[in-house]
């Protein structure tokens, strides 16, 4: 089958320049809301490179305080294992800083209302 733009999307999502472009849009988070993986990569182009926005995102050092990559979880409002041991305390720590609620499991509490989609 030939490549048809309209149905198999853009032909380049992930490129060179493709984690700047991740933490271009994550900056964009505001402060107390989070967003998903796969909003990420939609607004990117392509729903389907989230886990690239996940490998984009875990290669941040969690101390950096640039890219605020704790605003990130899974679709199903989770925060989700990192490659650091402490990622996901640390993530739940900088999240509940900012007014998030989150349980001790992960879960992030009224996930719906303060969904951050682009």
């Not at 493709?18 to 849009?25: D, L, S």
């Not at 926005?53 to 101390?63: H, R």
């Not at 993530?91 to 007014?99: F, M, N, P, S």
Request: net charge positive; hydrophobic share 40%.
């Amino acid at each position: 089958m030939p490549y048809d733009p309209e149905r198999h999307g853009p032909r380049r999502i992930v490129g060179p320049d493709f984690h700047a472009r991740v933490y271009a849009v994550v900056v964009t988070v505001p402060a107390g809301q989070v967003t998903t993986y796969g909003d990420v990569a939609a607004h990117l182009g392509s729903r389907q490179v989230a886990r690239h926005v996940g490998f984009a995102l875990a290669a941040l050092d969690p101390g950096q305080g640039t890219v605020p990559w704790h605003r990130v979880v899974n679709s199903r409002g989770q925060i989700s294992p990192r490659r650091f041991d402490d990622a996901p305390s640390e993530q739940r720590r900088r999240l509940v800083d900012e007014g998030v609620a989150v349980a001790v499991d992960g879960q992030v509490e009224r996930f719906d209302s303060i969904r951050h989609v682009f």
